[in-house]
């Protein structure tokens, strides 16, 4: 391997509040020359870049013309390649619907050195926001994460493997035609009266929940996006109250706490620097 060549980190952000970094996330996001980040990292998270580190979003929805994956892979490759320590910062966990297959692949085949730190995927930081438990001793003993877009038109993925009771089903990018995914789940075998949650920007301040179920689902508001549909009988335990009364970080605003969090983590102040 050439010993000149810098890194990539494919790094987990989590699902928003900087409070779910790892340790470790934090370390490289402190220390990165370079931060390339998708478009659902919070403001909250990149304040906690170094203030020397070039920040770009690479994000598919960043301005007016979209990146391409190609784009992505050659800005990593050439930043590692000139001898950088390059952070590619993922909302969630890098591996879960996050193209990190495609990145690992250009990354190998470039020869560039690599390591993947994991974060906290959306399901679990909405699942926790809202109290839902995913798994349930008596009620569901399967968990799946799908994505409500489908990947192409031929995706002829369908739900009516996971319609049994005994599942909760976790759909990624639900988008907002709710009428098209409940008729979707109900072709798919899931019962009218399944329970359902919608949980959108989970972990953040500005989180909301909407509990609904299949038959009604169709009349659910439009909640800002990032969100997330969680369905099963394990959604009836979704917590409104908890939802609407946690602010992420307690009383001290996220960008104040994010702040404060970067200072304690100078590199002078870091025992692991
Ligand atoms: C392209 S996927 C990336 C998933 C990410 N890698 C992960 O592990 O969470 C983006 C989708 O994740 C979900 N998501 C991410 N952050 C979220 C949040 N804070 N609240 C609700 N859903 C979120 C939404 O369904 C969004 O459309």
Redesign the pocket.
């Known amino acids: 391997m050439n010993v000149n060549k810098g890194k990539v980190y494919l790094v987990?952000a989590g699902?928003?509040d900087p409070e779910l970094l790892t340790v470790k996330a934090l370390r490289l996001l402190r220390t990165a020359d370079v931060v390339l980040h998708?478009d659902?990292v919070t403001p909250e998270i990149l304040q906690l870049t170094s203030p020397t580190a070039e920040v770009q979003n690479v994000g598919k929805r960043c301005g007016r013309k979209a990146i391409r994956q190609e784009e992505i892979n050659f800005l990593m490759v050439t930043h590692a390649a000139s001898g950088r320590q390059v952070v590619r910062l993922?909302?969630?966990?890098?591996?879960?619907?996050?193209r990190a297959g495609e990145e690992i692949e250009a990354l190998r085949q470039a020869d560039i050195e690599y390591e993947i730190v994991p974060?906290i995927?959306?399901?679990l930081?909405?699942a926790a926001a809202a109290a839902i438990p995913l798994t349930h001793r008596r009620m569901s003993s399967t968990l799946v994460l799908t994505?409500?877009h489908r990947a192409s038109d031929a995706d002829d993925s369908d739900w009516s493997r996971f319609a049994s009771a005994a599942s909760t089903l976790v759909?990624?990018?639900?988008g907002s035609n709710y009428a098209e995914i409940a008729g979707r789940l109900k072709a798919s075998g899931f019962a009218a009266e399944t329970p359902c949650a919608i949980?959108?920007?989970?972990?953040?301040d500005r989180?909301q929940l909407h509990v609904s179920t299949v038959a009604d689902l169709h009349l659910s508001p439009r909640l800002p996006?990032?969100?997330?549909l969680v369905v099963g009988e394990v959604a009836q335990f979704a917590d409104r109250d908890l939802a609407k009364s946690l602010p992420a970080l307690g009383r001290e605003s996220e960008t104040a706490f994010a702040l404060r969090l970067a200072e304690s983590l100078s590199p002078s102040a870091e025992p692991w620097a």
């Open positions: 987990g699902p928003g998708d659902l993922k909302s969630g966990d890098p591996l879960i619907f996050g974060g995927t959306a399901a930081g909405a994505a409500g759909v990624y990018m639900p949980i959108s920007q989970a972990t953040t989180h996006s990032p969100t997330l």
